[in-house]
């Protein structure tokens, strides 16, 4: 398989594609070749030898049902019901020439066209002794025509049919033929298409282990010395002659093996300098390439980056213990140089914070406010300490002074606290002194004030405090209040006097508002509150006393009247309730008299439907005398007439046993045929058949000379007939006569039935008519009873209204008068 990786991989991967698609190409056409030849034979048997067979079976369908209509006008006497017969063979025929040229064109083998043309000769002669035959039963008659059928056209038939059937079996042949020929064509296509697919798999397959083996081997000598590498071991060596892509993998794995060979030497070297110290060391980076190159590079650059961090940090150590706070580092670093950044930047704001709040709790000492303190949270170690520190030193100063300040707030805020209880030294005990002087001050103020509220509450205005208790403001403000005291005091004498003129007021006009309500209790609403001499809310009130008596007699009146409204109501229903019951009273009677005519109208009319029945009885006993003698001669009648009957059913049975041997011919040649058309196995029943026909046709001459009698015997009874039936059709007149008379009586007789029912159904809808206007009688009477239950309610009403007594204003309008209204009701 060396020879294989002279090639590119690609190369051979299309090759070995190349060949399997050409072994499947050519599998492919071959299957296809072996179906288009498969797809010829099976159009042959289907499209043509099928549609042949067809056509043939066809032309026997339609040359036999042209002769089953041919037999049947051999049986038909009636030249009407041979017109749908002729119309059925013609079209039976036209379907057979048409199948027969159709088959014509269908053929083209020799054997097949000297076939038809035996069938087309057979098909003529059959075709002009059909005709012959229709012919001579249009002119001879069916019997006559018989005998011509059964010499010349039955056997003409029968050989068109003979032949047909050897046509058929000729096709079938001929399908068999096709159908083993196409059977060996597919077997021998199965088997090419077995061996050549078979082929391809085997040289496939063989492909694929020659193209995997030369691609996977190398392969896997490479991966094994790249994994080597990858392991750190770059010793062993990958020799490979292959010209392929993998002998070019192979070769640049052992490029990067040198490579890596010669960047662990360089390595090797700035290890040992940094060992010894001297860190000044680097690696010639251009000796590299790639990647590689970027590694030496990296490490000279890593050691650059060691050192210049290193420099910087011990340059800030020096100025911060110099007192020199610098600003902070803003070069960039990475990794642990970055942590070192980072410590000294927050050294750096450690040191500058602490020099800020200096300031600050500076600034605010000065700005008085002594609340601010530092920040101790933010800062560690000493640092905390100091500024922790600081914060109590001002702590110490500044607790007295806001002990002193919330004093002087609670003071500002009307609040007296405790005495300062607490200790100070210095100066801070003089202030807490003088506070609690002050709160002394403050509580006899309270006092005194609070003595004077208690007395004034107790009505005791006479009570003063000692101004001489207080000291400077507050002295004139005791006395400021004594004074106030002495003015209340006489304001009040003069408000006593007018409060006394107002109760007596007030007092008057609760005396009427009484009196008003007691007089309303009583049914009296005329009366009013007097407003001489009153003001104010006294005023205001006794006027909506006044207005609610305005409005309650205003309802008072309009329930009067709404109550004598109902009254004028309720009098009209009652008159309209007497007015409906009069004329109800008036239908009724008018209701009971027309009952009455009508009730003597269908007696009248009973009577006559009774006589009317009499005298149709009459006429039915007359009719039935006039029947009987019909019957007689009717009798006479149909004895002759059935002496004539049973002559002409024997001349139809006698018919029917001709027919019965026409029939029998028939179905000898119908068995005749079929035997023809079986071939060799039906060359028995055809004797058979022909023997049967022989016999039928003996049968049908003994009918005949039969029939020839009877027919003159039934000419001589059919006179004696007739002449009995003109005496009986003489007595049929008289009868009929009889019965008309008696149909002319009955339909009397109905119609009087008729009208004696119709004037029952009158009478009874008269009759419910009268109930209808009873009830409505009834209903008017109940609607005068609830008129009256409605004028005594409203009458009640009234008179419970009319125990109010009203103005003169509202007591003289119009009143209708319930009683009368009542007695109106009851009249009606």
């Not at 107790?458 to 000692?466: G, Y």
């Not at 039915?620 to 009717?634: E, N």
């Amino acid at each position: 398989m060396n020879f294989l990786r002279t090639f590119r991989i690609g190369t051979r991967l299309a090759a070995a594609f190349s060949i399997l698609l050409m072994l499947l190409l050519t599998v492919a056409s071959l299957a296809f070749l072996q179906m288009e030849r498969q797809s010829k034979v099976t159009r042959i048997i289907v499209d043509e030898q099928s549609l042949r067979v067809s056509l043939v079976e066809e032309l026997q369908r339609h040359a036999q049902g042209a002769a089953l209509p041919l037999l049947q006008l051999l049986v038909t006497q009636d030249r009407d019901k041979r017109i749908p017969l002729y119309t059925e063979m013609d079209n039976a025929n036209n379907a057979a020439d048409e199948a027969l040229t159709k088959l014509i064109k269908a053929s083209p083998s020799a054997e097949d066209k000297r076939l038809l043309e035996q069938l087309s000769t057979l098909r003529n002669n059959y075709h002009d002794l059909f005709r012959e035959t229709v012919e001579k039963i249009e002119i001879d008659g069916p019997q006559g025509a018989q005998e011509h059928f059964a010499n010349q056209t039955q056997p003409a038939l029968i050989n068109l049919l003979n032949a047909s059937s050897k046509l058929v079996a000729r096709q079938h042949q001929a399908m068999q033929a096709g159908r083993d020929a196409l059977e060996i064509t597919v077997a021998h296509a199965r088997s090419l298409v077995i061996i050549i697919s078979v082929s391809a798999i085997l040289l496939g397959a063989l492909l694929a282990w020659a193209v995997t083996i030369s691609i996977t081997k190398p392969l896997t000598e490479a991966v094994a010395f790249a994994r080597a590498i990858a392991n750190g071991n770059l010793k062993p060596q990958l020799l490979s002659s292959n010209h392929d892509e993998v002998g070019d993998v192979a070769r640049s794995v052992t490029a990067i093996q040198q490579s890596v060979l010669n960047m662990s030497k360089d390595t090797d070297y700035l290890l040992g300098a940094a060992v010894e110290g001297n860190l000044s060391k680097r690696v010639d980076a251009s000796s590299h390439h790639g990647d590689f190159r970027k590694i030496i590079e990296g490490m000279n650059t890593t050691l650059d980056s060691v050192i210049s961090p290193l420099n910087v940090a011990a340059n800030y150590v020096d100025r911060i213990s110099k007192g020199d706070i610098p600003a902070k580092i803003t070069t960039s670093f990475n990794g642990d140089f970055n942590i070192i950044k980072n410590n000294l930047n927050t050294c750096i704001e450690a040191i500058s914070n602490m020099v800020k709040e200096a300031n600050k709790l500076e600034q605010a000492a000065v700005d008085g406010q002594l609340a601010i303190r530092a920040d101790a949270s933010k800062y560690q170690g000493d640092f905390q300490k100091v500024l922790l520190g600081v914060n109590n030193c001002l702590d110490a100063v500044v607790k007295p002074l806001n002990v002193a300040a919330g004093y002087v707030e609670n003071f500002a805020k009307g609040t007296i606290p405790a005495k300062i209880t607490d200790n100070f030294s210095g100066d801070f005990n003089t202030i807490k002194n003088n506070l609690n002087a002050c709160i002394d001050a403050l509580n006899l103020l309270v006092a005194d004030t609070n003595m004077l509220s208690q007395a004034a509450q107790s009505n005791r205005l006479e009570t003063r405090a000692e101004a001489n208790k207080h000291l400077g403001d507050y002295k004139k403000m005791v006395e400021g209040i004594n004074g106030t005291l002495d003015t209340v005091m006489q304001k009040n004498a003069v408000d006593a006097a007018e409060k006394a003129k107002q109760a007596h007021v007030l007092e008057e006009a609760v005396e009427e508002t009484q009196s008003i309500i007691e007089a309303a209790k009583d049914g009296d609403l005329s009366s009013r509150v007097s407003l001489d001499g009153k003001t104010g809310a006294i005023a205001s009130l006794c006027d909506g006393v006044n207005a609610l008596m305005d409005q309650m007699t205003e309802v008072i009146v309009q329930v009067r009247e709404s109550g004598e409204t109902i009254n004028t109501a309720a009098g009209e229903i009652a008159s309209g309730n007497n007015d409906l019951s009069s004329r109800t009273e008036q239908q009724a009677s008018s209701l009971e008299e027309t009952a009455a005519s009508m009730e003597q109208l269908a007696s009248t009319v009973k009577n006559n439907a009774e006589n009317a029945k009499q005298a149709n009885q009459l006429a039915i006993a007359a009719s039935g005398i006039a029947v009987k003698g019909g019957k007689v001669v009717s009798e006479v009648v149909g004895t002759m007439s059935a002496i004539n009957q049973s002559a002409k059913k024997i001349e139809d049975i006698i018919s029917v046993i001709d027919g019965i041997a026409f029939q029998t011919n028939i179905l000898a040649l119908n068995a005749a045929v079929e035997a023809a058309r079986a071939g060799e196995q039906g060359r028995g029943f055809a004797v058979v058949a022909g023997e049967v026909r022989n016999l039928a046709q003996r049968s049908a001459s003994a009918a005949k000379e039969i029939k020839e009698l009877i027919t003159d015997s039934v000419s001589k009874t059919a006179e004696g007939t007739k002449q009995v039936e003109t005496a009986g059709s003489t007595m049929q007149e008289i009868v009929s006569s009889v019965q008309r008379v008696t149909d002319i009586m009955g339909e009397i007789t109905a119609a009087s039935v008729e009208q004696s029912a119709g004037i029952d159904q009158v009478n009874t809808a008269v009759t419910s008519m009268d109930e209808v206007t009873q009830q409505n009688a009834a209903l008017v009477e109940q609607a005068a009873a609830a008129a009256e239950s409605l004028v005594e309610q409203a009458m009640g009403l009234i008179e419970k209204v009319s125990a109010f007594k009203l103005s003169s204003s509202n007591a003289n309008k119009p009143k209708h008068n319930p009683k009368a209204l009542l007695s109106l009701v009851k009249v009606l």
